[in-house]
T-cell receptor
Framework: ELKVEQNPLFLSMQEGKNYTIYCNYS?????LYWYRQDPGKSLESLFV?????AVKQEGRLMASLDTKARLSTLHITAAVHDLSATYFC???????????FGAGTILRVKS | ETGVTQSPTHLIKTRGQQVTLRCSSQ?????VSWYQQALGQGPQFIFQ???????GRGNFPPRFSGLQFPNYSSELNVNALELDDSALYLC?????????????FGEGSWLTVV
């Protein structure tokens, strides 16, 4: 059974600082998704990582994937308040591409 | 804007009642998945539909059932509602076999069972 663990579960950081969220998963997967969720809202797609060594960047967020280590990271550069949200990683792939989510990481950026 | 629409957005039901939630998938997407997200938790996979057939099911009892229509839209039905069914229900739209890169979620339906 696929399990997903994110670290940390809660992250409080100052504006302007850098930090990394780690996502470990237990079984082989050929892709990894990152989503953002604002309170009371649905999931917004951030990144889809499709291969080992994939790196994608959008604004202050950069995601990477190491399929051999079953590890993905989401790096936050010079955090701003607007990045405050819950972030989920989820491996997908295979027929049907059903997603398994962990508990997510709650990010609070303090000004 | 993901092109995935869900209805209703909010509803309140009484324990024991039945509810139907609806989802229209993004144009061209033939696979619809449903997820339940309880407060403070990550989404949990309920089931998936592809070409009007159930294509995988999570750990949910049979009172959770669904349909997919020829236009790929879908319904989630929950019978004999329990208080623990209170949650955000999310519909996700994609292409079969992960051919499309992105899985898009609708805005969700908030269900409160009292």
């Amino acid at each position: 059974e696929l399990k997903v663990e994110q670290n940390p579960l809660f992250l409080s950081m100052q504006e302007g600082k850098n930090y990394t969220i780690y996502c470990n998963y237990s079984t082989t997967s050929d892709r990894l998704y990152w989503y953002r969720q604002d309170p009371g809202k649905s999931l917004e797609s951030l990144f889809v990582l499709l291969s080992n060594g994939a790196v994608k960047q959008e604004g202050r967020l950069m995601a990477s994937l190491d399929t051999k280590a079953r590890l993905s990271t989401l790096h936050i550069t010079a955090a701003v308040h607007d990045l405050s949200a819950t972030y989920f990683c989820t491996p997908g792939g295979g027929y049907g591409n059903k997603l398994v989510f962990g508990a997510g990481t709650i990010l609070r950026v303090k000004s | 804007e993901t092109g995935v629409t869900q209805s209703p957005t909010h509803l309140i039901k009484t324990r024991g009642q039945q509810v139907t939630l609806r989802c229209s998938s993004q144009s061209g997407h033939n696979t619809v998945s449903w997820y339940q997200q309880a407060l403070g938790q990550g989404p949990q996979f309920i089931f998936q539909y592809y070409r009007e057939e159930e294509n995988g099911r999570g750990n949910f009892p049979p009172r959770f059932s669904g349909l997919q229509f020829p236009n790929y839209s879908s319904e989630l039905n929950v019978n004999a509602l329990e208080l623990d069914d209170s949650a955000l229900y999310l519909c996700a739209s994609s292409l079969a076999g992960g051919q499309g890169n992105t899985i898009y979620f609708g805005e969700g339906s908030w269900l409160t069972v009292v």
